[in-house]
Nanobody
Framework: QVQVVESGGGLVQPGGSLRLSCTAS????????MEWFRQIPGKEREWVAI???????NSADSVKGRFTISRNNAKNTVYLQMNSLKPEDTAVYYC??????????WGQGTQVTISE
């Protein structure tokens, strides 16, 4: 079993920055991939970024160059650094851990609001 908890959301003006954190607990060695998704009410959940246990990363075109995913293994934490934020980045951001066996564990989400 794996548990993930997101934090760091909030209200930021356009052009600002936020750093989201996702801390995992439980069967940490089983985690092979950590990802960030986001969801606007009434829309499908959108994939944002991924980091593998090997340290490989990738992100969606809509955030590439603005968002950076990274991790601190000592703290079992993955980060999403979000810069140059736009109103369209407003969403609930979710972290997901996936194990090598394919099991997926979601966090409860953290609200990010970009507004004047």
């Amino acid at each position: 079993q794996v548990q993930v908890v997101e934090s760091g959301g909030g209200l930021v003006q356009p052009g600002g920055s936020l750093r989201l954190s996702c801390t995992a607990s439980g069967d940490i060695p089983s985690i092979s991939v950590m990802e960030w998704f986001r969801q606007i009410p009434g829309k499908e959940r959108e994939w944002v970024a991924i980091i593998t246990d090997g340290g490989n990363t990738n992100s969606a075109d809509s955030v590439k160059g603005r968002f950076t995913i990274s991790r601190n293994n000592a703290k079992n934490t993955v980060y999403l650094q979000m810069n140059s934020l736009k109103p369209e980045d407003t969403a609930v951001y979710y972290c997901r851990a996936q194990t090598a066996s394919g099991r997926k564990y979601w966090g409860q989400g953290t609200q990010v609001t970009i507004s004047e």
